[in-house]
Nanobody, 118 residues
């Protein structure tokens, strides 16, 4: 059974930092592309960052230089370090896993709320 369990969300002041974690199980973590998406109220879900099995990185323009995605294949965990947080970063953050082969398998976590407010 595939599971993606996020943790680390919460309330933080503008300029603060949070680190999200996503613990994965039920699939071969090391070969999957792992990503973080977010969805703000009234908006579509959008890609924040992704990391391939090769460790190739991809970031949304809005978070470049502030967020860092990383993975630990030994712990089957992907992280999102978020620095210099802004109110517009407020959203539910979802962990995502995509298989490298076709047909593509896609898995989602349940989401964790990040609120940036003073």
């Amino acid at each position: 059974q595939v599971q993606l369990v996020e943790s680390g969300g919460g309330l933080v002041q503008p300029g603060g930092s949070l680190r999200l974690s996503c613990a994965a199980s039920g699939f071969i973590f090391s070969i999957y592309t792992m990503g973080w998406y977010r969805q703000a109220p009234g908006k579509q879900r959008e890609l924040v960052a992704s990391i391939r099995s090769s460790s190739r990185l991809n970031y949304a323009d809005s978070v470049k230089g502030r967020f860092t995605i990383s993975r630990d294949n030994g712990k089957n965990t992907v992280y999102l370090q978020m620095n210099s947080l802004k109110p517009e970063d407020t959203a539910v953050y979802y962990c995502n896993a995509q298989s490298p082969n076709t047909p593509t398998r896609v898995y989602w976590g349940q989401g964790t709320q990040v609120t940036v407010s003073s």
